[in-house]
T-cell receptor
Framework: GAVVSQHPSRVICKSGTSVKIECRSL??????MFWYRQFPKQSLMLMAT?????????EQGVEKDKFLINHASLTLSTLTVTSAHPEDSSFYIC??????????????FGAGSRLTVL | AQSVTQLGSHVSVSEGALVLLRCNYS??????LFWYVQYPNQGLQLLLK??????LVKGINGFEAEFKKSETSFHLTKPSAHMSDAAEYFC??????????????FGKGTKLTVNP
């Protein structure tokens, strides 16, 4: 089946530094990928929709300059948290559109990346 | 905007007992509904999905869910719980992003504990 790989799975960084998280579709091409953020004991909140070859579409309230998304190829999307602060510490999960089944999108999720900002 | 409400952030059952995880949705149009499972420090795995075909949807690992329009519900059930079912379960409904493409809106999740 479809597999999405996220790297790194865990990252610890100092406040003020930037961190890049990669999301790769390993055995299929994904024109659209989604980036979610999950707070402890909370649901997943969609941050942005990443479209190959074009600018990402951000959800309301998500800072575009803070969370840079690049979808340079059909198998890779990256999320860069710029000038990270402790409040950016969270679990970031990407998902990729793997096609349509019975009229609904089938999303494959990565295993997530836990960011801790000291 | 579409939304889902999961009743009960924690559910505890004994091994072999019925599992019932509740989900109610709010949708202005016929929805697509999903249940996902998340194991610790892992991403989400699709259990099952409803896409306006049969109202009773069978998924993986023995789970099923029934779409009830009159109750705006999509509860997840399993006749007999296994220890391996212990995880967090998310109900989700499809919605549109700011850019007009389709996205999933998730409930807050229900953590299932299975006692021996």
């Amino acid at each position: 089946g479809a597999v999405v790989s996220q790297h790194p799975s865990r990252v610890i960084c100092k406040s003020g530094t930037s961190v890049k998280i990669e999301c790769r579709s390993l055995d299929f091409q994904a024109t659209t990928m989604f980036w979610y953020r999950q707070f402890p004991k909370q649901s997943l909140m969609l941050m942005a929709t990443s479209n190959e070859g074009s600018k990402a579409t951000y959800e309301q309230g998500v800072e575009k300059d803070k969370f840079l998304i690049n979808h340079a190829s059909l198998t890779l999307s990256t999320l860069t948290v710029t000038s990270a602060h402790p409040e950016d510490s969270s679990f970031y999960i990407c998902s990729a559109e793997g096609g349509w089944v019975s009229g609904a999108n089938v999303l494959t999720f990565g295993a997530g990346s836990r960011l801790t900002v000291l | 905007a579409q939304s889902v409400t999961q009743l009960g952030s924690h559910v505890s059952v004994s091994e072999g007992a019925l599992v019932l995880l509740r989900c109610n949705y709010s949708s202005s149009v016929p929805p697509y509904l999903f249940w996902y499972v998340q194991y610790p420090n892992q991403g989400l795995q699709l259990l099952l999905k409803y896409t306006s075909a049969a109202t009773l949807v069978k998924g993986i690992n023995g789970f099923e869910a029934e779409f009830k329009k009159s109750e705006t519900s999509f509860h997840l059930t399993k006749p007999s719980a296994h220890m391996s079912d212990a995880a967090e379960y998310f109900c989700a409904v499809s919605d549109l992003t700011q850019g007009g493409s389709e996205k999933l809106v998730f409930g807050k999740g229900t953590k299932l504990t299975v006692n021996p």
